[in-house]
């Protein structure tokens, strides 16, 4: 006899909207809903494409919205067990994620500080926006950063390349003098690419080198780390299981599809769908 249904937690998404190209809430959304949680969508900057090589995106800077649809929910009496913000437009933005933290303290508090990749910052980062996200993490129970996220964030350079499990560890440790828990992401390893953690667990994780690289990987990853820990699995399980998942997206996106348009992630979300209780 299966068990009373529950209502699902809800997780307030503070990341761009990106109209083609498979990354952003277009990955964050369904992934968190067929893990059984309910995604609140609070897009920063509608896009019409990512900004990976298509070309320059239409762009809408959604912060006035953003700011009324915090109080709105606030006013519902909206209780959010998780918040997960992502790519942020400018400094300005990052006050939407202060704000949703001050409106909701109790949350659980998930920053991917989207500032930069392959060694330096995106286009429109600047010492302002770097120092903004770098006070996000200090209040937030969770950090994703890349490698080079990782160096902007504690103000030195970076190599992405880690000779060893210690190299790598110890990086994790050094985000830990910002957050309690950090994962670093984009590590190569020898012939691997992985991501180790640290926090109230250490671990590094290698998956195989795939050879190809896609947008909107670390929003799928993300997703799943977040959904997996607030479902009430361990740090390392959640980022095993969306290191997993990744490898077997990218495997499975045809050699022939071209890569900007992101990884073919969605036969695979049966996945991630949970068993039933009984």
Not at 97 to 124: M, N, S, T
Not at 239 to 266: C, H, N, Y
Request: proline content about 8%; some cysteine.
């Amino acid at each position: 006899m299966l068990t009373k249904p529950v209502a699902p937690k809800k997780v307030l998404c503070i990341h761009d909207l990106s109209g083609m190209g498979r990354c952003s809430l277009a990955v964050i959304l369904p992934v968190l809903s067929v893990m059984g949680l309910q995604p609140v969508m609070l897009p920063t900057l509608l896009l019409s494409t990512h900004t990976g090589g298509l070309g320059q995106p239409a762009r809408l800077d959604s912060a006035a919205y953003c700011r009324e649809a915090l109080e709105h929910y606030r006013a519902l009496g909206v209780e959010f067990d998780c918040i997960y913000s992502g790519y942020l437009g400018g400094a300005e933005q990052a006050g939407l994620v202060e704000q949703a933290f001050d409106f909701w303290p109790d949350a659980h508090k998930i920053v991917d500080p989207v500032l930069g990749d392959d060694g330096r910052p995106y286009a429109g980062v600047t010492p302002e926006l770097i120092e903004r996200v770098r006070g996000l993490c200090r209040r937030a129970s969770l950090i994703l950063p890349n490698t080079t996220e990782a160096g902007l964030l504690l103000g030195k350079d970076v190599p992405a390349e880690c000779p060893d499990d210690e190299a790598a560890l110890a990086l994790a440790d050094a985000l830990t003098s910002l957050c309690p828990q950090a994962i670093v992401t984009g590590l190569t390893m020898g012939p691997y690419i992985g991501c180790a953690g640290s926090g109230r667990e250490r671990f590094v994780l290698r998956k195989l080198h795939v050879g190809r690289s896609f947008p909107g990987t670390g929003d799928l990853y993300g997703a799943i780390v977040a959904g997996s820990l607030i479902r009430g699995n361990a740090l390392s399980a959640a980022a095993d299981a969306a290191a997993e998942f990744v490898a077997l997206a990218i495997q499975q996106t045809p050699s022939t599809e071209e890569t900007r348009f992101g990884v073919w992630f969605e036969p695979l979300l049966p996945r991630l769908v949970p068993a039933p209780e009984y």
